[in-house]
């Protein structure tokens, strides 16, 4: 995500390294190099050409500080401007009615039946909200479906009528099936469509109008760049929709969808998709994707997924074990599983500051636990909870039952072994200090 721009962005501010101050000459050629960045992200014209124009006007106007070099200005202002041109504020969910509704638009293949299963299943968790699916695509082969399979993933009930094509009539049902059983939000699933096909806006206008949602948010698929602006255009003028919502941002995506989507239709970007787990979506934070835009990392979204996986109980619980040394390969698995739930793992890495740039080029797999998993699965119940007893013979079964060989396995055991010594000598004021830092973290919510 964003790679090229961050390394086209890193290039065009080396124009202004080690100069002496800022002058209309190096400015204008710094923000030349800036303005094709953005374009080959594929953003906008206008919207680049614009974003420059504010960003050498602000330079010019300004007076730099000795303390601070021209370079590290350039980036503030880029950084600042960069925020604002995606929304500025973080934009939060209208949730007002009861039941509060929330109608998904977009066109064909965007990703809103997922992404609608990633929604119900962050308002559940996250928000302690109680949703109900309904299943309005009701074109699609198999969408009904694929909705109910998303649905018993999250664990959030879908109400569909599958020998109904009356959406209007579906919708209202679930509507009150939504009093009756106390959901406090409905969320919309309706069929993808193409801008241009009047019947289906018509339908989906309709939907708008019977069942006037607290937010209507269009999903586009990041992927297709200038194309996705162009559509979200259309739906607006169409729809006046709320928010946008851009998926597969973990992709090859070159952020031209992002950068640009704001401007266009002056609606805010409220969530990105950012992988296919449920757990993959992020609420938009303008700031701090401008952060990692620039290779700043991303700290804060960082520690926000780690406190969504943190359990203090199950930190005394481990801190226990790990003073008596009783730290075991059961406890060291269901580690990696909240590790894995936090997301896809070169994403995490590139939220580190300084650590995106380094990786950019690595393939780093997501499936990097497969093997450790596997190995571990294939010990007893007592091998797991008392490491001492894998001898030679017991390794050697563990690596045939695992797929994997013996220097895997014995080497998975070296790690672990040492692993363990270290948090043993962590423990007489490190692991109760971590603790007390994590409570004292504030909650980002």
């Known amino acids: 995500m964003f790679e090229n721009l961050s390394e086209r962005l890193e290039r065009s501010f080396k124009i202004l390294k080690g100069e002496g101050k800022i002058t209309e000459i190096n400015v204008a050629e710094t923000l030349k190099d800036v303005r094709r960045a953005l374009l080959d992200a594929d953003v906008n014209y206008k919207v680049a050409k614009s974003f420059t124009d504010t960003v050498k006007e602000k ?10 070099k021209p370079g590290q200005l350039m980036v503030k202002l880029v ?6 041109l995606m929304g500025g504020e973080t934009s939060e969910l209208n949730l007002t009615q009861k039941p509060a509704i929330i109608l998904m638009s977009g066109l064909q293949g965007s990703g809103k039946t997922t992404f609608s299963g ?3 299943n962050m308002l559940k968790n996250k928000m302690r909200r109680r949703p109900l699916l309904v299943a309005c695509d009701v074109y699609r082969p198999a969408a009904i479906q694929q909705l109910h399979v998303v649905g018993e993933q999250v664990g959030v009930p879908v109400w569909s009528e599958p020998e109904s094509k009356d959406v209007v009539s579906i919708a209202k049902n679930a509507l009150q099936e939504a009093k009756v059983k106390g959901y406090d939000t409905v969320i919309v699933d309706t069929a993808g469509r193409l801008a241009v096909d009047e019947e289906m806006m018509d339908e989906i206008e309709r939907l708008k109008n019977a069942l006037q949602p607290d937010e209507t948010l269009f999903v586009v698929d990041s992927m297709t760049g200038q194309d996705a602006v162009n559509t979200a255009k259309e739906f607006n003028d169409r729809l006046d929709f709320d928010g946008v919502v851009l998926t597969k941002l973990d992709g090859d995506t070159r952020g031209g969808a992002a950068l640009s989507i704001r401007t266009v239709v002056t609606k805010p970007i409220k969530f990105i ?13 303008p700031a701090r994707m401008a952060d990692r835009i620039l290779g700043m990392g991303d700290v ?3 520690v926000e997924r780690a406190q969504e996986q943190f359990d203090e109980e199950e930190a005394k619980r481990l801190e226990k074990k790990i003073r008596k040394n009783q730290f075991d390969f059961s406890d060291f698995y269901a580690q990696i599983q909240q590790i894995k739930k936090m997301g896809n793992i070169k ?3 590139s939220m580190i ?3 995106g740039k380094q990786i950019k080029d690595l393939d780093i797999d997501d499936n990097a636990f497969k093997n450790i998993e596997a190995i571990i699965n294939s010990m007893t119940p007592h091998e797991r909870s008392h490491p001492e007893v894998l001898n030679q013979s017991r390794r050697m079964r563990i690596a045939k039952g695992s797929g994997t060989n013996i220097q895997e396995v014995n080497r998975l055991i070296k790690q672990f072994d040492g692993m363990r010594k270290m948090m043993k000598m962590m423990s007489g004021g490190g692991m109760s200090g971590m603790r007390g830092m994590m409570r004292g973290m504030p909650k980002f919510n």
């Open 59 to 68: 330079a010019m106007g300004m007076n730099v500080l000795t303390a601070i």
């Open 79 to 84: 950084h600042d401007e960069l925020a604002e």
């Open 118 to 120: 990633k929604l119900a």
């Open 273 to 285: 998709g950012t992988g296919e787990k449920m757990e993959a979506i992020d609420v938009f934070h």
């Open 300 to 302: 804060v979204s960082l």
């Open 347 to 349: 994403d995490l890495a």
């Open 353 to 355: 500051p300084g650590v």
